[in-house]
C-alpha cells in the first residue's frame, strides 16, 4: 500500500487548519488515514506546528512520501534532519549519541531563531501601536485648539474694527451721561 504523508484540511472557510496525517495515497484528501502525525496551523504568525517527530521519523522509515507541503514542514520541524541522522546510524557513520546530540543543537538552534521572530514581530506592534497612539495624540490636539478657537468671538480685522472698539466703548459712556441726566 503506498503511504503518503500528506495535509488534511479542517477548520472553516477562510480560516485552514490542517492535521498531518499518513495516509492511503489512493484515499481521498480529507478521507480515512492511518494515523495522525500533528497539526499546522497556517493562521497564526509564525505558523503553529506541532508534530509528532518519531512517529513522523517511523513513517518516512517504512517508506511513506511525503507531498511538497509537508515534506517543508517536516524540514522546519527537523524530522527529515533526524531521519537522515538515523540513516547514518544505520550505516554505522554515526552513534546513537552523536546523533540525537546534533539533533538537539539543531533543535535548540531553530527554537531560538523562532523566537527572536517572535520577539521582533511584537516589537513591530509595539512600535505601531505608539505611532497611531501619538498620531491620535496630534488629531485629539488638533480638535480641541479648533474647538477652542471655534468658542472665541470672532477680532475684526483692519479699520473697521478700530471702529467697532472705538463704537463699543462710546456706547457705555453714553448710558452712563443718560443716566445721570435722568437723575
Known sequence: MPVKIRLQRH??????????VAADSRAKRDGKFLEKLGTYNPNTNPATIDLNIDGSVKWLQ???QPTDTAKAILSYRGVLLKHHLLGGV??????????????K?????K???IASKVDGLDKEKEKARAE???????????????????ALPEAPEGEEAEAEVAA??????????AAKEEE
Open 11 to 20: 477548520g472553516k472557510k477562510g480560516k485552514p487548519f490542517y492535521w498531518i
Open 62 to 64: 517504512n517508506g511513506a
Open 90 to 103: 544505520r550505516k554505522g557513520a554515526l552513534t546513537e549519541e552523536q546523533a540525537e546530540e546534533k539533533f
Open 105 to 109: 543543537a539543531w533543535l535548540e538552534e
Open 111 to 113: 527554537e531560538n531563531k
Open 132 to 150: 497611531a497612539l501619538k498620531a491620535e495624540k496630534e488629531v485629539n490636539e488638533k480638535r480641541a485648539q479648533a474647538a477652542a478657537e471655534a
Open 168 to 177: 463699543t466703548e462710546e456706547a457705555p459712556a453714553a448710558e452712563a451721561e
